[in-house]
């Protein structure tokens, strides 16, 4: 499987600003999405970050929000803009390879906000 | 939407004795059934998955079986270990595409 790294890995932020998550993976994959995952909660998707073009984004979640980029076939940013202390989770990446279905997650960024 | 619901929401067994978790969806379309196991901090790992097409998969100590008819599906494992104890995560993917919606977790404890 893709060696999939994240970056920051953690950070605390004042609320009010915004942060930018990284995904980087090793190989070119197909599909990449974002998820979040509350304290002690189930993953929940985000959005789809499409090659070239803009995001899929779940019930729930706005571009403005969670603007997302993924400029080539191994790399995407998610920005958690404008944020509260409701906006403290893990935000994870994962990507699918060619030709499979099968999803691997990345280490996941730990958001804290005050 | 996808629905999966997945019981129990925890489990505590003795070590050596078997776990089941137990996982219902919603969308008659779903084909893709994975299962992860998170530790404490780390992401989430998938285990083993199941497709539509098949109604068991066996790899060592976990299993996992999948009824169509009745949309649900269950993992089992098997002698556990203390290792095994982690949270563990049921998912279909909506309308037979890419999207995963998850259950909302098992958490299991092995007692030695």
């Known amino acids: 499987s893709a060696v999939i790294s994240q970056k920051p890995s953690r950070d605390i932020c004042q609320r009010g600003t915004s942060l930018t998550i990284q995904c980087q993976v090793d190989?070119?994959?197909?599909?990449m999405f974002w998820y979040r995952q509350q304290p002690g909660q189930s993953l929940t998707l985000i959005a789809t970050?499409?090659?070239?073009?803009?995001?899929?984004?779940e019930s729930g979640f706005v571009i403005d929000k969670f603007p997302i980029s993924r400029p080539n076939l191994t790399f995407s940013t998610l920005t958690v803009s404008n944020m509260s202390p409701e906006d403290s989770s893990i935000y994870l990446c994962?990507?699918?390879?060619?030709?499979?279905?099968?999803?691997?997650f990345g280490p996941g960024t730990r958001l804290t906000v005050l | 939407g996808e629905n999966v619901e997945q019981h129990p929401s925890t489990l505590s067994v003795q070590e050596g004795d078997s776990a089941v978790i137990k996982c219902t969806y919603s969308?008659?379309?779903?084909?893709?059934f994975p299962w992860y196991k998170q530790e404490l901090g780390k992401r989430p790992q998938l285990i083993i998955d199941?497709?539509?097409?098949?109604g068991e998969k066996k790899d060592q100590r976990i299993a996992v079986t999948l009824n169509k008819t009745a949309k649900h599906f269950s993992l089992h494992i098997t002698e556990t270990q203390p290792e095994d104890s982690a949270v563990y995560f049921c998912?279909?993917?909506?309308?037979?595409?890419?999207?995963?919606?998850f259950g909302g977790g098992t958490r299991v404890l092995v007692k030695p």
């Open positions: 994962s990507v699918e390879g060619w030709g499979t279905d099968t999803q691997y």
């Open positions: 969308d008659s379309a779903s084909n893709y």
């Open positions: 998912a279909a993917n909506k309308a037979a595409g890419n999207k995963l919606t």
């Open positions: 190989s070119q994959v197909t599909m």
């Open positions: 970050a499409n090659q070239g073009s803009e995001a899929t984004y």
């Open positions: 199941i497709r539509s097409n098949v």
